[in-house]
């Protein structure tokens, strides 16, 4: 029956929930992604992985994703987070009308259950203090034989974001939530939307030359230039609130899959994205 369990607890990324929270409580009700979009983040899985399964999501926030997924399908559908956007994820998944669904409050690191067939995780691994924790988390919620799915920011790719967004970000998320977004992220959002759409505009009259192609953020700005300025600004945002914000090099992630023993090692995949982010994930044996 769908419902929100208040299970939250203490936790170390507390603070961290909070600030996304903000963030996702103050955007229009629905989805803020694209279907499309929401199918880049969960390719190579696809709705025949979904369809009459029970599937969890760690870290939902408004339930963005959660709406999409539930166009696929699944017998039941669970989504945790430990901020406030519980909420909106809620009302957001009650739209769609999914028979079957949950939102639980929970610290995602320390959430067990009695298995799913697929739990994914995307865009929050590497805002938590302990990453591995959430991808122990994720492991120990998967069922013998079903999947995992999870999405990270990269090391590489992203000297510009980690040379010029980063120091600000320390700044910018102690300040309030409305004067970091709309005094901060919104200015900062200006000008790489300029940038992006530029780029778009040049590779469709030109063709991807090798020299766009080394732009700074190229494959990353294509993807992005599809969407409106409220996105770019949602997205800045997003990358300013946080007070923790970690980038991980492929062969870290590799490391953490390789001493995982539930971990099925032929299974595993780790896919580049837009030239700076990881997909990965596999199967999980017993």
């Given at each position: 029956m769908p419902q929100v369990e208040g299970a939250w607890i203490g936790a170390a990324d507390a603070r961290t929930a909070q600030a996304f929270a903000t963030s996702w409580n103050n955007?229009?009700?629905?989805?803020?992604?694209?279907?499309?979009?929401?199918?880049?983040?969960?390719?190579?899985?696809?709705?025949a992985d979904v369809n009459g399964r029970d599937v969890l999501e760690l870290g939902c926030g408004n339930g963005s994703l959660l709406?999409?997924?539930?166009?696929?399908?699944?017998?039941?559908?669970?989504?945790?987070?430990?901020?406030?956007?519980?909420?909106?994820?809620?009302?957001?998944?009650?739209q769609t009308g999914h028979p079957n669904y949950e939102i639980v409050r929970h610290d995602l690191t320390s959430y067990r259950s009695s298995g799913f067939d697929l739990v994914y995780c995307i865009g929050v691994l590497?805002?938590?203090?302990?990453?591995?924790?959430?991808?122990?988390?994720?492991?120990?919620?998967?069922?013998?034989?079903?999947?995992f799915h999870c999405w990270v920011y990269g090391e590489e790719g992203n000297a510009v974001v980690r040379g010029v967004v980063e120091p600000i970000?320390?700044?910018?998320?102690?300040?309030?939530?409305?004067m970091n977004k709309y005094g901060i992220a919104t200015p900062l959002a200006a000008p790489y939307y300029?940038?992006?759409?530029?780029?778009?505009?040049?590779?469709?009259?030109?063709?991807?030359?090798?020299?766009?192609?080394?732009m700074p953020l190229y494959a990353y700005s294509m993807w992005i230039a599809e969407r409106e300025f409220?996105?770019?600004?949602?997205?800045?945002?997003?990358?300013?609130?946080?007070?923790?914000?970690?980038?991980?090099?492929?062969?870290e992630i590799g490391a953490w899959?390789?001493?995982?023993?539930?971990?099925?090692?032929?299974?595993?995949?780790?896919?580049?994205?837009?030239?700076?982010?990881w997909k990965f994930g596999g199967r999980v044996v017993g």
């Open positions: 955007l229009p009700a629905g989805s803020v992604y694209t279907h499309a979009q929401f199918e880049d983040w969960l390719a190579p899985l696809t709705p709406v999409h997924m539930a166009g696929w399908r699944p017998r039941r559908l669970v989504g945790v987070d430990l901020g406030e956007s519980v909420v909106s994820a809620r009302d957001n998944i009650e590497h805002h938590l203090k302990d990453p591995e924790l959430g991808l122990d988390a994720v492991l120990a919620n998967v069922k013998p034989g079903g999947r970000r320390h700044v910018a998320s102690r300040l309030p939530w409305w300029v940038y992006a759409k530029s780029l778009r505009a040049l590779t469709r009259r030109l063709g991807a030359s090798r020299t766009l192609r080394r409220a996105f770019f600004q949602h997205v800045a945002f997003g990358q300013l609130v946080t007070p923790q914000t970690r980038f991980l090099a492929r062969h899959l390789a001493v995982r023993r539930r971990v099925d090692a032929d299974s595993v995949y780790v896919i580049a994205r837009n030239g700076n982010s």
